[in-house]
């Protein structure tokens, strides 16, 4: 499989971000793909915190001109978390993306996140919020996927939230486990079965490493984010919870009135048995 060249495409889940550990730091999914194939050109173009748009106009010119054979995709992960999200425009971005891979002749594997209901860390009421939006999320890649005849790989969500240890310490990103395991699905999913062995991943994080990760590198992107990021969350949350409320009491507005003509002939058909 010498002829094979992988290029990886998206987000910080193809970036590589959680495939580390103490004493080592992974290739990431994407590099993982590309060892096990035993590929002659390798070349990772995804960024941190990119979106969908960012995939279709920076990384796929520089994808196309690369003419890889396999092209991996991991990306919508950070569209949810703006208030802008539009899905038909991620959609529209994504599919430009996976038909123009397809007319030189790649392969496209796309990547589906689990629910951050089971998922994610943080309040249950913006889990709640963020499940809505990965929804449809969900949705539009199956969509993508169904038209293009493009593979979809995932880690399904039951199994992603009891699988600790496929996650990393902030419980958004896989481990090296879970690099991994997103590697062999890939490779499942491209019918190759041929391949060489899978990279080391084997990664224990000790009490006291997870506190001082939190300690530094959380708290410095809770920092940085709480300018764009954080207030949107917030809104998010507080935007579903009315949303909430309010559906609440229309339901059961509408079952009072709903039930109130139903018990009305109840009680007359209990009153002519009665009288008979």
């Known amino acids: 499989m010498l002829h094979e060249r992988v290029v990886a495409l ?3 889940v193809t970036f590589g971000v959680g495939d580390d550990g103490p004493n080592f730091i992974g290739p990431g999914w994407g590099a993982r793909v590309a ?3 035993n590929a002659s050109r390798f070349l990772n173009l995804s960024n941190l915190g990119a979106r969908v748009r960012q995939l279709s106009e920076s990384q796929l010119p520089a994808a196309l ?5 396999i092209s991996i995709i991991s990306i919508g992960g950070n569209d ?3 208030s802008r999200f539009n899905p038909a425009e991620v959609e529209c971005h994504l599919e430009k993306v996976v ?6 002749g790649s392969e ?3 990547l589906k996140i689990p629910d951050p209901k089971k998922t994610a860390p943080g309040p249950r009421m913006l889990r709640e919020a963020l499940s809505e939006r990965r929804s449809a999320l969900a949705e539009l890649i199956n969509r993508v996927g169904t038209c293009t005849n493009t593979p979809i790989i995932q880690v399904p969500d039951e199994e992603a939230a009891f699988r600790r240890e496929i996650w990393h310490i902030d419980r958004m990103h896989p481990s090296a486990q879970g690099h991994q395991l997103l590697a062999d699905r890939t490779l499942v999913a491209l019918g190759r079965t041929e391949v060489r062995a899978g990279i ?11 506190v ?9 992107w809770f920092v940085k984010r709480s300018v764009d990021l954080l207030p949107t969350l917030f809104w998010l949350a507080i935007k579903f919870r009315f949303r909430q409320i309010f559906i609440d009491k229309l339901t059961k507005r509408h079952s009072v009135l709903y039930l109130a003509p139903v018990d009305a002939r109840a009680s007359s058909e209990l009153e002519r048995r009665t009288a008979a």
């Open 10 to 12: 998206g987000d910080s």
């Open 200 to 210: 080391s991943s084997i990664q224990e994080i000790s009490r006291s490493e997870a």
């Open 65 to 69: 001109a690369f003419r890889p054979t």
């Open 212 to 220: 001082k990760w939190f300690a530094s590198a959380a708290l410095m």
């Open 35 to 37: 060892h096990q194939l």
């Open 99 to 104: 038909i123009s891979l397809k007319m030189i």
């Open 108 to 110: 496209v594997v796309l």
């Open 80 to 82: 949810i978390l703006r």
